[in-house]
């Protein structure tokens, strides 16, 4: 498939356990987001990659969230110490970051954390 | 930071009914960029508006985009049980690709 694929699509985890969510973006694509999406909310920005450099994390909660993307392409969310209020969608989006261009950016289909 | 408010936040339409949704940011926008997100799915880019003033059309949906760049519109003509979901404006926050995406307006089309 060409689209952005995410896994686990479900997860379940007990309060205080670590959990790894991964995205890997459409081919190429050298833009990648994170986004966290609450029940009934908007996507809230989480964390922006272009290529393997990580240019803004201003939108992670606490220091217990922690993202990466070492060769540029594939990504992975880390949540340690899992709480209840990080059970939400975690959204992964990529985009072909053409300067001047359409910014369109393709989501992936989520993965629904639940803490409990 | 930048807030981008959408209204109304929830939208019931009997088939047929024409929709409109608008999108208000506190702070001028270099583009808008629209999405829709079908129950239990996540969020596919619609269009994305630059120009001030400009408007476009897809089938039945009109978007537009303010004079100030500001707000911005989505109006749907005679809706479709196929048009239910929820609608969200984006705008970009920064030098780059982030967008801050609105509250979302959630529309149900009654057949």
């Known amino acids: 498939g060409a689209g952005v694929s995410q896994s686990p699509r479900y997860k379940v985890a007990k309060r205080g356990q670590d959990v790894a969510l991964r995205c890997d973006p459409i081919?190429?694509?050298?833009?990648l987001f994170w986004y966290q999406q609450a029940l009934g909310q908007g996507p809230e920005f989480l964390t922006y990659?272009?290529?393997?450099?990580?240019?803004?994390k201003s939108g992670l909660p606490s220091d217990r969230f922690f993202a990466e993307r070492p060769e540029g392409s594939v990504s992975t969310l880390k949540i340690q110490r899992t709480q209840q209020e990080d059970s939400a969608v975690y959204l992964c989006?990529?985009?072909?970051?053409?300067?001047?261009?359409?910014?369109?950016?393709?989501f992936g289909p989520g993965t629904r954390l639940t803490v409990l | 930071g930048q807030q981008v408010m959408q209204i109304p936040q929830y939208q019931h339409v009997q088939e047929g009914e024409d929709f409109t949704t608008y999108c208000n940011s506190s702070?001028?926008?270099?583009?808008i960029q629209w999405y829709k997100q079908r129950p239990g799915g996540h969020p596919v880019f619609l269009i994305q508006?630059?120009?001030?003033?400009e408007v476009k059309k897809q089938k039945r949906l009109t978007f537009q985009f303010g004079e100030a760049k500001k707000n911005s519109s989505l109006h749907i003509t005679a809706t479709q049980t196929t048009d239910v979901g929820t609608y969200f404006c984006?705008?970009?926050?920064?030098?780059?690709?982030?967008?801050?995406f609105g509250t979302g307006t959630k529309l149900q089309v009654i057949p």
């Open positions: 984006a705008g970009p926050e920064g030098g780059y690709q982030k967008v801050t």
């Open positions: 081919s190429g694509h050298v833009s």
């Open positions: 508006l630059v120009k001030s003033g």
């Open positions: 989006a990529s985009s072909l970051a053409v300067v001047g261009g359409y910014n369109e950016q393709f």
């Open positions: 702070t001028t926008l270099s583009n």
């Open positions: 990659f272009q290529n393997e450099a990580q240019l803004d």
